[in-house]
C-alpha cells in the first residue's frame, strides 16, 4: 500500500499485488540490463514508490543492497563517496535530486556507477549535459510509471543526441507486459503525434484505491472499445507517439503537480489550509518548482500556516511560501485566475524578527544563503527551510561556503537551520 496525494483533501491508497510488483520490476531489470551481483544504494523512502524498485530489485537480481542514512542521501558529496566507497552500480535518483551530482560531475566528479535510473517526476534532458562525456561506462534511464501502475510503466535509455536536443521528455517504449496507449477524451486511440491522455493497461495495473471504490471507478476504468477483462489505468498525464514507437511527456491534463519527485494536488492543500479555520478561500500552485500558497487569511501570518499544515500534512506537500491577499482572483467562469496570482514577495516566507549578521564568518554564510534562496531579506536567527530551503539550496549552500573557505555539510545544514545556530556549532 503506497499512498499518493488526493485532489478532495484526503490522500489515496493504492492497493498494488506482490505478483504486479514482482512481475514489473523483473521487466524493468530486463528491459535497463541489470546483471548478477550488482550493488545498489536504496536513497528514497520506504514511503516512496521508486523504493520498491530499489529493493526488489537487488533482491531479484542477486545484488546488494546498500542502505545510507537520511543525511548521506541528501548530501550529493557523501553520496559520491558512498558510490566510491561501497561499489554501487546502480543509483536511483528523481531528476530534481541527481542536480547535486551533476553539478560535481560539471566539475570533474566521475561516479563510478554503471546505470543510473531516473523517475518521479519529468527528466529535462539539457540538465544532464556534464554525463554526456560518461556514457560510455554509465547508463542513463529515463523510467515512467505512477504508483497506480507499479510504479514505472515504460523505459527510455538517454542517449548524446538525447541531451544535445534537450527540448524532448522522452519516456519510452511499454516494459513487457505493459500497454500504453494516447487517447482522446472519449477513450479512443489517436494516431501516432497527435496529443492524447496516456492510459496504461495489462500487467502493472493495480488493485485500485484502497476503501475508495468511487476513485477507483474514476481513474481504473474498462477497455472503451468493449474489449472483456481489459482494464485501464488514466493517468492524467499527456503524451504522443513518436515515429520510432516510443512516447513523448507532454504534461499533465490536470493541475495536479510534481515538486521535487513528489505527486502534490494543489486541491489536498488548498483542503488543508482551509480546514485550519484561519482561512476562507485558498489557492496552491508551483512558482519556479516551489510549491506556494495564495489565502484570504485576515488573522493568519506564514508563520502560522505553515505550523498548522505541518501537523497534517508530510513535508512535500508543504509550501514554501504563503502569500496573503484580499481576494483570490478569478476568471469570468470563477475559476482560480491563476495568471493573476502575483508572485511572492519575501514577505510570503517564514521570518523571525531580523537580526543582521554580528561576526564575519555570519556575513559569509548570510551571502552564501542569499546566493541559493528564494528571498534576500533575512536574519540570522531565520530559519533555512522557513525561508524556501530544501535538500537541493541546502547543497548549494555547501559549495557556496566551500567556494568562500568554510566547510559545512549538508547534515549540519539541516540540524542546525539558522546562521546563528550553524556559526556556533562550526565555533
Not at 400 to 416: K, P
Given at each position: 500500500m503506497i499512498y499518493t496525494s488526493g485532489s478532495t483533501g484526503r490522500p489515496k491508497g493504492v492497493a498494488v499485488g506482490h505478483a504486479q510488483a514482482a512481475t514489473v520490476v523483473t521487466a524493468a531489470l530486463e528491459r535497463i540490463g541489470v546483471a548478477e551481483g550488482e550493488v545498489w544504494a536504496m536513497t528514497h523512502s520506504p514511503a516512496f514508490d521508486v523504493s520498491v524498485f530499489e529493493v526488489f530489485g537487488a533482491l531479484l537480481s542477486g545484488g546488494t543492497l546498500v542502505v545510507p542514512d537520511l543525511g548521506t542521501t541528501r548530501s550529493p558529496?557523501?553520496?559520491?563517496?558512498?558510490?566510491?566507497?561501497?561499489?554501487?552500480?546502480?543509483?536511483?535518483?528523481?531528476?530534481?535530486?541527481?542536480?547535486?551530482?551533476?553539478?560535481?560531475?560539471?566539475?570533474?566528479?566521475?561516479?563510478r556507477v554503471r546505470t543510473v535510473v531516473l523517475a518521479g517526476e519529468q527528466v529535462r534532458f539539457a540538465e544532464l549535459a556534464p554525463w554526456a562525456d560518461h556514457l560510455e561506462h554509465t547508463a542513463l534511464f529515463n523510467l515512467y510509471g505512477p504508483t497506480e501502475a507499479t510504479v514505472y510503466a515504460t523505459a527510455h535509455r538517454i542517449t548524446r543526441d538525447d541531451i544535445a536536443r534537450g527540448a524532448r521528455s522522452v519516456i519510452g517504449r511499454p516494459l513487457r507486459g505493459v500497454l500504453a496507449e494516447p487517447r482522446d477524451a472519449a477513450g479512443h486511440p489517436v494516431p501516432d503525434g497527435v496529443p492524447g491522455e496516456l492510459y496504461l493497461g495489462g500487467v502493472g495495473v493495480a488493485e485500485g484505491y484502497f476503501g475508495d471504490p468511487g476513485a477507483t471507478a474514476e481513474?481504473?476504468?474498462?477497455?472503451?472499445?468493449?474489449?472483456?477483462?481489459?482494464?485501464?489505468?488514466?493517468?492524467?498525464?499527456?503524451?504522443?507517439?513518436?515515429?520510432?514507437?516510443?512516447?513523448?511527456?507532454?504534461?499533465?491534463?490536470?493541475?495536479?503537480?510534481?515538486?521535487?519527485?513528489?505527486?502534490?494536488?494543489?486541491?489536498?492543500?488548498?483542503?488543508?489550509?482551509?480546514?485550519?479555520?484561519?482561512?476562507?478561500?485558498?489557492?496552491?500552485?508551483?512558482?519556479?518548482?516551489?510549491?506556494?500558497?495564495?489565502?484570504?487569511?485576515?488573522?493568519?501570518?506564514?508563520?502560522?500556516?505553515?505550523?498548522?499544515?505541518?501537523?497534517v500534512l508530510p513535508e512535500p506537500m508543504i509550501p514554501s511560501a504563503y502569500v496573503l491577499l484580499d481576494r483570490i482572483p478569478r476568471t469570468l467562469t470563477g475559476k482560480t485566475d491563476r495568471r493573476g496570482l502575483p508572485a511572492p514577495g519575501s514577505d510570503a516566507y517564514v521570518k523571525a524578527e531580523p537580526v543582521a549578521a554580528r561576526t564575519p564568518l555570519e556575513e559569509r554564510v548570510v551571502a552564501a544563503w542569499r546566493e541559493v534562496l528564494p528571498v534576500a531579506d533575512f536574519g540570522v536567527e531565520d530559519d533555512f527551510f522557513d525561508l524556501g530551503g530544501d535538500s537541493?539550496?541546502?547543497?548549494?549552500?555547501?559549495?557556496?561556503?566551500?567556494?568562500?573557505?568554510?566547510?559545512?555539510?549538508?547534515?549540519?545544514?539541516?540540524?542546525?537551520?539558522t546562521v546563528a545556530r550553524l556559526c556556533t556549532a562550526l565555533g
Open positions: 558529496r557523501e553520496l559520491l563517496d558512498l558510490i566510491g566507497d561501497r561499489g554501487v552500480s546502480v543509483l536511483c535518483q528523481t531528476p530534481t535530486a541527481l542536480r547535486g551530482l551533476t553539478e560535481l560531475v560539471a566539475r570533474g566528479a566521475q561516479p481513474r481504473f476504468v474498462p477497455d472503451p472499445s468493449g474489449t472483456p477483462g481489459v482494464r485501464w489505468f488514466r493517468t492524467g498525464d499527456r503524451v504522443r507517439r513518436l515515429p520510432d514507437g516510443s512516447l513523448e511527456f507532454l504534461g499533465r491534463s490536470d493541475g495536479q503537480l510534481k515538486i521535487r519527485g513528489h505527486r502534490v494536488e494543489p486541491g489536498e492543500v488548498a483542503a488543508a489550509l482551509l480546514a485550519t479555520g484561519l482561512v476562507t478561500e485558498a489557492a496552491v500552485t508551483a512558482v519556479d518548482g516551489d510549491l506556494v500558497a495564495y489565502a484570504v487569511a485576515p488573522r493568519a501570518t506564514p508563520a502560522g500556516l505553515r505550523g498548522a499544515l505541518a501537523r537541493i539550496r541546502a547543497y548549494r549552500s555547501t559549495e557556496a561556503l566551500r567556494r568562500a573557505g568554510v566547510n559545512v555539510s549538508v547534515r549540519e545544514v539541516f540540524t542546525y537551520r
